[in-house]
């Protein structure tokens, strides 16, 4: 079964992506008055979003905070089973992703029909999400490599089964960076790449500037988040998202990066 898993992230759904072929039908889908705002926060664990999507949150305007819907990656498999992936209706796909944030009272009037989603293997289905919602907005966190490695490598995921294992781990970022790299070239205006070391260095200037392509009012409070009581998260950083933002030193997985030596010639986003 681990193993099964593991080779559905690393092996499967990318090909899977890959074959997807929209029905023709398609192109008379009217995207132009499309009310609903989905963010998607994506990247790898340990990028920092968790604090992201609370700093996008808790400015002037709240909004719902979605944290890991899992609404993707729940319907994909559903529809691997049903044989339809390689010729997708995109029309029924997002009737049933709307009722399922529906379900989740994301998507509601008085918060102008934003909210966010941070379950952070949506990367896979950027190419979705941009069929889907015409007014969606995609952060793409990103971190130093060797920190994200090795904080996921000593951190306990039971839902990651790619997490366990450092071939795994790399194989997995590496398709990451992958798609992101494609799908910035196809859709240059739906990602915003965000760092999290200039983040936390200069969190005001960069928030400012998250907050403007999220098209949200920017104030003190966005990075006031931790003041919120209706704050929770249920993802490895819920302490951190108590306090203010700190500066997490980078160099402190460095005398690990001996040991990842080989990896240097395999993987040109890890040097």
């Not at 029309?91 to 009722?99: A, E, G, S, V």
């Not at 994200?148 to 990451?176: A, C, N, V």
């Not at 403007?212 to 003041?227: A, G, R, S, T, V």
């Not at 933002?245 to 010639?265: A, V």
Request: glycine content about 2%; aromatic content about 16%; some cysteine.
């Amino acid at each position: 079964m681990f193993y099964r898993e593991v080779d559905y992230w690393i092996n499967k759904l990318p090909r899977l992506i890959e074959s997807i072929n929209f029905r023709k039908s398609n192109k008379n889908y009217e995207k132009n008055d499309d009310k609903i705002k989905p963010i998607f926060i994506v990247g790898v664990p340990r990028c920092g979003s968790t604090l992201i999507e609370k700093v996008v949150a808790s400015g002037a305007k709240h909004i719902p905070i979605g944290e890991e819907t899992d609404v993707l990656r729940n319907l994909v498999p559903q529809m691997i089973k049903q044989n339809s992936f390689s010729n997708l209706d995109i029309k029924d796909l997002k009737k049933k992703i709307i009722k399922k944030f529906y379900q989740k009272e994301l998507i509601q009037e008085k918060y102008d029909y934003i909210f966010t989603d941070k379950s952070l293997d949506n990367f896979f289905y950027i190419g979705l999400i941009y069929e889907m919602f015409p007014n969606a907005k995609v952060i793409n966190c990103k971190r130093d490599p060797l920190s994200q490695i090795m904080s996921i490598f000593k951190t306990i995921f039971r839902t990651i089964p790619w997490g366990h294992d450092l071939e795994h781990i790399f194989k997995y970022m590496d398709i990451y960076h992958g798609m992101i790299k494609n799908y910035k070239r196809k859709f240059p205006n739906l990602i915003y790449d965000l760092d999290y070391q200039d983040f936390v260095n200069n969190p005001e200037a960069e928030s400012k500037k998250l907050l403007k392509f999220c098209n949200l009012p920017w104030d003190k409070k966005c990075l006031e988040y931790y003041k919120r009581k209706d704050i929770i998260s249920k993802t490895a950083s819920k302490l951190q998202i108590k306090n203010a933002i700190y500066k997490d030193s980078r160099n402190k997985y460095l005398p690990y990066k001996e040991f990842l030596y080989k990896y240097r010639s395999q993987y040109d986003w890890f040097k």
